[in-house]
């Protein structure tokens, strides 16, 4: 089978000799998530890519938040079943129990939203009890360890402001045209919306659309005409959907991959097992082969490579059904 492999670098993946072995591996181009990083050290990991990538015409995949929620800078916290925490607008926090959430859309979603409150792809879960202007209680029913900026949405939510932010667009500034370098727009709504961000980024730069919103799916193919590719990422879309919810929509989803215009990307805890373990699960090979009978051209690889033991290992289990 011929496919692509995205490999995002990361902790885990931080030197270039890991990056030679990647390649050799199997990794097709690299991908970095821009929401973790600083501008000042995006600015360094892109440098470094180029240089090591330019010679390989491989390209480097930048990630941008888009209209994604995600929390800003606290300390990591452990947090238990029972305990009750406090959302509140802003870029950081430092007292027990808040969690900042730099986004004020969020809170304005709150009314017409679902109680439930689902945070790093739905390892941690909180149920709203009381929301103001600029503040939300909430009480943990779903414990789980939380980290900074990681994804937070309403596991029931039609409200959202759909748009480039301030450090997406000085991402854009700061890389525009640099030959290998793409975009990937997290949580796309629908055609509309892609078209703007085709506007924004222009005719000559290569555009992925992550589609991990129930209208992403049900608009793939007008989204599809603004787009280069495709990326189908399973761990907001189950965040927001649920698990039955997101299974069922992704199954009739992929019965349309083969008729869809552009290629399209698998992603989302292909090989999660493979976070600490130098073997994947067998369930995890026959779900990569499923796909790839099925039409995905490609996978992209995430915490894996970024953040795990074995990226090398990674990127060779992704690769094996290729020849």
Not at 107 to 116: K, N, T, V, Y
Not at 187 to 210: P, Q, S, T
Request: neutral net charge; proline residues 5%.
């Amino acid at each position: 089978m011929d496919y692509r492999i995205i490999a995002t670098i990361g902790p885990g993946s931080s030197r270039e000799s890991v990056w030679g072995d990647m390649v050799s591996a199997g990794a097709g181009g690299f991908r970095l998530n821009t929401s973790h990083l600083t501008l000042e050290e995006l600015d360094g990991w892109v440098r470094r890519a180029g240089a090591f990538l330019g010679p390989t015409g491989l390209p480097l995949v930048l990630d941008l938040q888009g209209g994604k929620w995600r929390l800003g800078e606290f300390p990591h916290v452990s947090l238990e079943p029972g305990r009750t925490v406090t959302l509140a607008y802003g870029r950081s926090a430092s007292e027990p129990d808040v969690l900042p959430v730099p986004h004020l859309d969020f809170f304005q979603a709150a009314p017409a939203s679902g109680r439930e409150i689902v945070l790093n792809d739905a390892k941690v879960v909180l149920l709203r009890e009381t929301c103001a202007e600029r503040a939300i209680t909430a009480r943990v029913v779903q414990g789980g360890e939380l980290s900074p900026r990681k994804g937070i949405t309403f596991a029931s939510c039609g409200y959202r402001i759909e748009d480039l932010g301030g450090k997406d667009r000085a991402i854009l500034e700061r890389t525009r045209g640099a030959a290998f370098v793409r975009y990937a727009v997290s949580y796309v709504k629908d055609a509309e919306e892609m078209a703007r961000y085709r506007r924004a980024f222009g005719k000559g730069a290569h555009l992925i659309a992550k589609l991990e919103r129930e209208t992403a799916l049900a608009d793939a193919h007008g989204i599809a005409s603004s787009a280069d590719e495709m990326w189908l990422c399973r761990g907001d879309l189950g965040a927001e959907m649920g698990l039955v919810r997101m299974a069922e929509a992704i199954h009739r989803f992929t019965g349309q991959v083969p008729g869809l215009p552009v290629p399209v990307t698998l992603a989302g805890q292909v090989l999660e097992h493979m976070v600490k373990s130098p073997v994947p699960t067998r369930s995890e090979v026959c779900c990569i082969h499923d796909a790839l009978v099925r039409g995905y051209r490609g996978l992209v690889l995430s915490d894996e490579t970024a953040v795990g033991d074995h990226p090398v290992e990674a990127c060779r289990a992704a690769a094996m059904f290729r020849g």
